[in-house]
């Protein structure tokens, strides 16, 4: 059982390149989120999805784009990096959102020079 | 507008005594409380929560305590243990956001 997984673990992108993360959880959750956290901060939410097909933004969604066409996948997409997206960015999910008790992935470290 | 704050960016405790790890929050429509853990190059893990409800949790050498009319709560480990090493979260939950707000993290280090 893997768990939440997420691809790739280490990124530097040049300005104005794009990206996608990927994130899969093999535990058949609805609750899917991404999350940045940045030096010295708590984790801010990007977007979230409640299921397949449904996806919503969060605190900080510019500059991101998600999708979620099955339970597994939701991946980020970044258009246009910029420097101020350098940041780690965690995956994780949750089988329902009154439990809250998120599943996190191992992050992705993302530098944007 | 920071709703959940942990003042402390560190602690360093002895192995073998208590880590009292705080937190506060500011939106009185939070009713869900929990507590992450996060090692280096690692995803947070959850470690314990607490129902509005309630003023104290426990699960093994973990309790947390929550005191609603300071809009305040706490982590107690004890003991400690080198292991412990690692970055503390506290998320809060409820009222109009169904999402979960996180603390900025105490960094705690169990030294021998």
């Known amino acids: 059982n893997a768990g939440v997984t997420q691809t790739p673990k280490f990124r530097i992108l040049k300005i104005g390149q794009s990206m996608t993360l990927q994130c899969t959880q093999d535990m058949n959750h609805n609750y899917m989120y991404w999350y940045r956290q940045d030096p010295g901060m708590g984790l801010k939410l990007i977007y979230y999805?409640?299921?397949?097909?449904?996806?919503d933004k969060g605190e900080v969604p510019n500059g991101y784009n998600v999708s979620r066409s099955t339970t597994e996948d939701f991946p980020l997409r970044l258009e246009l990096a910029a420097p101020s997206q350098t940041s780690v960015y965690f995956c994780?999910?949750?089988?329902?959102?009154?439990?809250?008790?998120?599943?996190f992935g191992p992050g992705t470290r993302l530098t944007v020079t | 507008d920071q709703q959940v704050k942990q003042n402390s960016p560190s602690l360093s405790v002895q192995e073998g005594r208590i880590s009292i790890l705080n937190c506060d929050y500011t939106n009185s429509m939070f009713d869900y409380f929990l507590w992450y853990k996060k090692y280096p190059a690692e995803g947070p893990t959850f470690l314990i929560s607490?129902?509005?409800?309630?003023d104290k949790n426990e699960d093994g050498r973990f309790t947390v305590f929550l005191n609603k009319s300071a809009k305040h709560l706490s982590l107690h480990i004890v003991p400690s243990q080198p292991g412990d090493s690692a970055v503390y979260f506290c998320a809060a939950y409820g009222g109009h956001t169904d999402k979960l707000i996180f603390g900025t993290g105490t960094r705690l280090q169990v030294f021998p």
């Open positions: 994780a999910s949750s089988p329902r959102a009154e439990a809250n008790e998120q599943y």
């Open positions: 607490i129902s509005s409800i309630k």
């Open positions: 999805s409640v299921g397949a097909g449904i996806t």
